[in-house]
């Protein structure tokens, strides 16, 4: 069976997604890193029986090291807020985020969570979507794998297009993980 790792910062609805659906199945998910002592992943973690390792900015040495024991396939970022160190990167093979706007539209430092609703709709845009991309060590601007967009509705207020945007992430991102996985040497 294939092995996955998951960041988490906040809420944890699409880790707790991409668990529900194919955890056991297509692929374990050996642990969720989160930064963030307040975050709804933990109790989701707890909840899961998924391994929770909660870490400082200073630790990710300590991260790496643990990473490359756990030797996973791939590595997923489901609303990740720091930016993930050149070391980090350059040790692991692919590292997939999932991003709340059409990248490169809306992407970079700042952009996240609700801010970025906020922005399409003050920029009166037409439609928006999400973005699942491979990391590099610039934000938001790695190798695109896919994207899906949804229409901006007449009154669209930034929480409705979170949710919005929220049902497209549990929609396609365990579908781009599991093929992700599949081509993974
Ligand atoms: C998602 O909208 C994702 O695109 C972004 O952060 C949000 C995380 O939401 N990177 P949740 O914690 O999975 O509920």
């Known amino acids: 069976m294939k092995k996955v790792v998951i960041f988490a910062s906040g809420s944890g609805s699409n ?8 955890h056991n199945k297509f692929y374990t998910v050996e642990a969720i890193f989160c930064n963030n002592e307040f975050a709804g992943v933990i109790e989701r973690a707890n909840r899961l029986k998924i391994p929770l390792k909660l870490f400082k900015r200073n630790e990710w040495n300590e991260v ?38 059409l990248l490169p539209k809306f992407g970079g430092k700042g ?4 801010n970025v609703h906020q ?3 003050d920029n009166q845009e037409k439609e928006s979507g999400i973005t699942i991309h491979l990391v590099n060590e610039h934000y938001d601007e790695g190798e695109v794998l896919f994207q899906a967009a949804i229409k901006i509705a007449k009154g669209e207020t930034p ?18 993980i599991l093929k992700e996985i599949e081509n993974e040497k």
Request: charged share 15%.
């Open 15 to 22: 880790a707790e997604n991409l668990i529900q659906l194919h």
């Open 64 to 101: 790496i090291t643990s990473i490359k024991e756990l030797n996973p396939d791939l590595i997923i970022l489901a609303g990740f807020l720091w930016k993930i160190p050149s070391d980090f990167i350059s040790s692991f093979n692919r590292i997939i985020n999932i991003h709340p706007s």
């Open 111 to 114: 952009m996240y969570g609700i």
């Open 119 to 121: 922005a399409v709709i």
């Open 159 to 176: 929480e409705s297009l979170a949710n919005k945007i929220h049902e497209l992430e549990y929609q396609y991102f365990p579908e781009i």
